[in-house]
């Protein structure tokens, strides 16, 4: 027992961690805290300026430390903070309301004399560069760390009260004691026994004597969330993995569902309620994330703040200069696609869209661009759509019949632990600043494509059910793809009758395009020559070409993606005057066709495509990098409407329009004849009536003419595949 009372000086520095942790031993909370308050008072900007002095100053409650400006100053610190943030922030945050009290300066008190201000704690945020982890690859190795992950809000809680300080009382001898609770979601350690010494005569505390006093405990405000994985970044066929996140203090009510989101947090464990198939298993917990720092992404561009780096930047102004970059980029989407050059410059122009205007009275005006693909089967609809998928920055797919108006917009659920409802985005949420691909747009039912009129062209989607009004974004641009009412195109038919969709959705997209199987013998040996080349060549290249296709998918993202995130081009004054004459002009014709046929066009031409037309000239623009849309541009955008909406517009039978006297004078005597041959509610077969009428010397083509014209107002019908015709009253 020697060595036991030689008169040595034992020095505690008050160490608070678990005893035998050999990192902690070099660095202690005392000098950690001196350290940080160094850090805060001392660091010096790359200007020469203090920015977290100033900053304190200025907002007395909360201050975000970069986390490289921490290892600048010292690395073992930021180490640390990395490696223990639980025990490390707490400090951080006395050091920052520490500093804050010495910056301060002394105010007058109620007796006139100088006191020291009173300033409440610092909540500290941190933000970091480092690239993201996956929210796959965090495991159990992650726990008590750093992490930081990017994803999207799809729901919040409502606001709690989160205690930091419990007051206890006891029971018995009514002695009151304050037990700090864990931060997050975890909860406090209340003390088995009293630690109050009887007195003779007096009964000894029981076990378990506290009580909890809710008015004298310190609380904070606390939220949950839950953060999906993007969707760009799901495994094919995977369904995307979400994580629980909570957020304290000035961070509360910041997010609301759709937002997306880079988070830093610590990665941590709590004893969830509701987990009653458990109930051996004491050991198993739900992991979750307590968020100490929080990047939302920008508004205009929605996959965070992308940085490209200068050789890029170079390479995409260059690109933009060269006279064939539109041609070329046209050509680089669906390239496995034959044809329909048009289509694909007008989904070029969707992917870039126009540029968003915010008017002074508050009014936002839609930048982004809608089109709709309707046509026959075997058209290469679908993959126009999927290629879009991969190109687009953001993209999400749904399918008409496998996606209902909620999972659409946003739907309210109740959660299944507190019971409470919440909000849940859905797909035009989560692809907010992207695109949406709709396929089989026609299969829909007509009350869930009612959901999309508002998020078309208000760009948002309200909600009120279930006690929650709330008013989501969905800045989003849809790509829909449709098939007619009979499934193929028929020309005998007019527009209307082939396009089974409401005026109202109709008058929303900017472009609508009608693909047609058209047979013709060149073109259709072109397309199979084509197609065959594809599947024979496509074996061969799976291994070299591979590469060079990704790239160029990946150079085309990228270069979207810059183009959206620098560009945002305005009208010049000419190319003004022009559209104003142009549009004008437009409407004249619509009016008199629909004098002279007696009935509205399919397609409306309504203020709506004069802005369209505007939208897709900046889209134009946009990919030239230019800052100013020009008649050229004005040109091109017309050509495109006038191709797909305004040829939309006219299709279908409408060649009676324009037929010389000659051909009118013989429909009518076909019609005559007609009428002679068959009584009201009488049928024939329809060989038997053209024979019948061309051996009277009439042409069967007029024939034909004449009963599409009397179906269309109603005096004839068809039965049994077109086979029988009847006369109606």
Known sequence: MSGWDEGAVFYSDQAQFPQGDPAAADITRHSALRKFKEFLRGFTGPNGDFPYRE??????????????????????????????????????????????????SKVAGETGEMEEPVTGDVQIFLSSKENCVSMRSIGADYMSKLVKIAGIAIAASRVKAKATHVTLLCKNCRSVRTVPCRPGLGGAIVPRSCDHVPQPGEEPCPLDPWIAVPDKSKYVDLQTLKMQENPEDVPTGELPRNVLLSIDRHLVQTIVPGTRLTV???????????????????GVKQPYIRIVGLEQSRDDNSNGPSSFTLDEEMEFKEFAQRPDAYAKLCSMIGPSIYGHSDVKKAIACLLFGGS?????????????????????????????????????????????????????TASVTRDSNSREFYLEGGAMVLADGGVVCIDEFDKMRPEDRVAIHEAMEQQTISIAKAGITTVLNSRTSVLAAANPISGRYDDLKTAQDNIDLQTTILSRFDLIFIVKDVRMYEQDKRIANHIIKVHASGAQTNSNKNTEVNEGENWLKRYVEYCRNTCRPRLSEKAAEML??????????????????????????????????????????????????????????FRLFNVSTVDAARSGI??????????????????????????????????RLLDELSRMGM??????????????????????ERHVIVRKA
Not at 375 to 385: E, H, R, V
Not at 703 to 716: F, G, K, P, S, T
Request: glycine content about 6%; proline content about 3%.
């Open 580 to 637: 104003q004459n142009k549009y004008v002009e437009i409407r004249q014709k619509m009016r008199q066709q629909s004098h002279e046929t007696g009935r509205a066009a399919a397609i409306p031409i309504t203020v709506r495509q004069l802005e369209a037309i505007i939208r897709l000239s900046e889209s134009l623009a946009k990919m030239r990098l230019t800052s100013v849309a020009t008649p050229e541009h004005i040109e091109e955008a």
């Open 264 to 282: 830093i947090g610590i990665y941590s464990v709590f004893q969830a309620s509701g987990t009653t198939n458990h109930k051996g298993a004491v």
């Open 654 to 687: 409408n060649e009676h329009l324009n037929l010389s006297p000659e051909i009118a004078n013989e429909i009518k005597q076909a019609e005559a004849q007609i009428k002679r041959r068959m009584g009201i509610g009488s049928h024939i077969s329809e060989r």
């Open 356 to 408: 968003k205007k915010r008017l002074p009275d508050g009014v936002r005006l839609r930048g982004d661009i809608h089109a709709l693909l309707l046509g026959d089967p075997s058209t290469a609809k679908s993959q126009f759509l999927k290629f879009v998928e991969k190109t687009a920055p953001i993209a999400v797919y749904t399918s008409g019949k496998g996606s209902s108006a909620a999972g659409l």
């Open 55 to 104: 900053s304190l100053v200025h907002n007395r409650d909360h201050v975000t430390v970069a986390i490289e400006d921490l290892d600048a100053f010292d690395a073992e610190l930021a180490d640390r903070i990395r490696k223990a943030p639980a025990d490390y922030l707490p400090l951080f945050e006395t050091a920052g309301s520490e500093v804050l009290a010495s910056l301060r």
């Open 699 to 720: 042409n069967e083509s007029i024939v034909r003419r004449a009963l599409v014209i009397m179906h269309q107002r109603d005096e004839v019908e068809y039965k049994r």
